[in-house]
């Protein structure tokens, strides 16, 4: 069955401190996205990957970046945690054929204090 | 640029009432149209798809239809369950690139006993 695992379910961190989000897929797949998820807002696209090494901003990249070191792990990283990034992300991947859909992880929602 | 437009929530049915969920979109080309669900406390999951005019996704009573003269892609079930209760998001996956997706903002549908 079809498999994207994000590290942890709920995070706290406090202001300034380097932040680490880890997703892993089991299905080969080519793109790798992160997402962040806010009430009345939906899903903003954070980051996305196409391959290994490889990486694009999304609509809202500003304070975070990302690493893609090998096919199935993708990595947003917070360098400097702010309390405005507080919210749930969401890590996803698809195959990069047209008309595919995206498989999701449950999400961690992260706490700046 | 693409968008996806879909009505503003929260909707409140009974058991067993009719549902529609609208969407519309604006997109160059010919996306891919998809609805995804998410029920509290997880990640997204594709409800269902449709990928050129005139096509019907379907899925556990779901149905949408691919619109192109509408712009529209309406999310529908004849006979909603408790356990429909969630959030849809409409979405859209534009022709060519790396199948970035758009999405909604997100209904919330509460079905009550």
């Known amino acids: 069955d079809v498999k994207v695992t994000q590290s942890s379910r709920y995070l706290v961190k406090r202001t300034g401190e380097k932040v680490f989000l880890e997703c892993v897929q089991d299905?080969?797949?080519?793109?790798m996205f992160w997402y962040r998820q806010d009430p009345g807002l939906g899903l903003r696209l954070i980051y996305f990957?196409?391959?290994?090494?490889?990486?694009e901003k999304g609509d809202i990249p500003e304070g975070y970046s990302v690493s893609r070191e090998k096919k199935e792990r993708f990595s947003l990283i917070l360098e400097s945690a702010s309390t405005n990034q507080t919210s749930m992300y969401l890590c996803?991947?698809?195959?990069?054929?047209?008309?595919?859909?995206?498989?999701f992880g449950d999400g961690t929602r992260l706490s700046i204090l | 640029g693409n968008s996806v437009t879909q009505m503003e929530g929260p909707v409140t049915l009974s058991e067993e009432a009719f549902l529609t969920i609208n969407c519309t979109y604006t997109?160059?080309?010919?996306?891919?149209l998809f609805w995804y669900v998410q029920y509290p406390g997880e990640g997204l999951q594709l409800l269902l798809k449709?990928?050129?005019?005139?096509d019907k996704g379907s899925n556990k009573g779901f149905e949408a239809t691919y619109r192109k003269e509408t712009t529209s892609f309406h999310l529908e079930k004849g006979s909603v369950q408790v356990s429909d209760s969630a959030v849809y998001f409409c979405?859209?996956?534009?022709?060519?690139?790396?199948?970035?997706?758009?999405f909604g903002t997100g209904t919330k549908l509460q079905v009550i006993p």
């Open positions: 996803a991947s698809s195959f990069i054929r047209e008309g595919q859909p995206q498989h």
């Open positions: 299905m080969d797949h080519e793109n």
């Open positions: 990957s196409y391959d290994v090494k490889m990486k």
């Open positions: 997109a160059t080309g010919y996306p891919s």
């Open positions: 449709a990928t050129k005019a005139d």
């Open positions: 979405a859209l996956n534009r022709a060519g690139g790396y199948q970035k997706v758009t």
